[in-house]
């Protein structure tokens, strides 16, 4: 008997340190994303298209946070993707309430949890155009739990719909006059937190797609 209760003090204690372990892993944009594994996120470029109806645009794909350590699990809810973009103020120990692209997709413990990309499309042609911007691609060797989410601005997410694939998944601009730059669109890359061990690492890339009313199409690799 006292054998018995000797081997089930030594499972509690396995199990303090277990929790306490993962406890420890707690990464605090929310309090529940974890550091388990991680991929790396590539910088952006521009890269000016074949027209297709029309002069080629330039479409511009920007990543604006600074953050530049291995990607995080998150959790994939809009509060929390919200705090992760505007990420952790150590100053002031809390979430920042505007835009810092020093701090931004950074959390407590200075992980990065997020990369917040800018999308803008110049319009090379004479006459007016509207773009429809997607994301048509986005993948790496080794991350199943790898997404994309629109965003409303850059420090903020209404929809945790993932916008993979999506036709129009990241905006539609309004009419861009010949000559003229659209207004920025935002989108969100991330790993989905499963609450449980994960094995996302590795690199990753996408391609932005813009496709205009006259038919002048321009893709982007970040």
Excluded: H, R
């Excluded at 991929?39 to 027209?51: F, L, R, W």
């Excluded at 809009?78 to 931004?104: I, R, Y």
């Excluded at 006059?177 to 790993?191: E, K, N």
């Amino acid at each position: 008997m006292f054998e018995e209760g000797q081997k089930n003090n030594t499972n509690k204690n396995g199990l303090i340190y277990a929790i306490v372990g993962v406890a420890v892993l707690i990464v605090a944009v929310a309090g529940s994303a974890y550091a388990y594994y991680s991929a790396t996120a590539t910088d952006t470029s521009t890269v000016k298209g074949t027209a297709g109806g029309g002069a080629a645009p330039t479409l511009t794909v920007k990543k604006e946070s600074n953050a530049s350590g291995n990607l995080v699990p998150i959790d994939k809810t809009v509060e929390t993707l919200t705090k992760g973009a505007k990420g952790w103020n150590t100053a002031s120990n809390a979430v920042n309430t505007a835009w810092n692209a020093a701090q931004s997709c950074t959390d407590k413990n200075g992980n990065t949890v997020c990369q917040v990309y800018s999308v803008t499309v110049k319009n090379n042609s004479n006459t007016s155009v509207i773009y429809d911007i997607s994301l048509t691609a986005l993948s790496g060797a080794k991350t199943p739990n790898l997404d994309a989410v629109k965003m409303a601005s850059n420090i903020s997410v209404t929809s945790v719909t993932s916008i993979k694939g999506v036709n129009k998944g990241i905006c539609t601009t309004t009419s861009v006059a010949g000559g003229g730059t659209s207004t920025a669109c935002y989108f969100m890359v991330f790993i989905t937190n499963l609450n449980s061990a994960q094995t996302d690492s590795g690199a990753f890339t996408g391609t932005v797609t813009a496709v205009g009313s006259n038919g002048a199409e321009v893709k982007a690799q970040f």
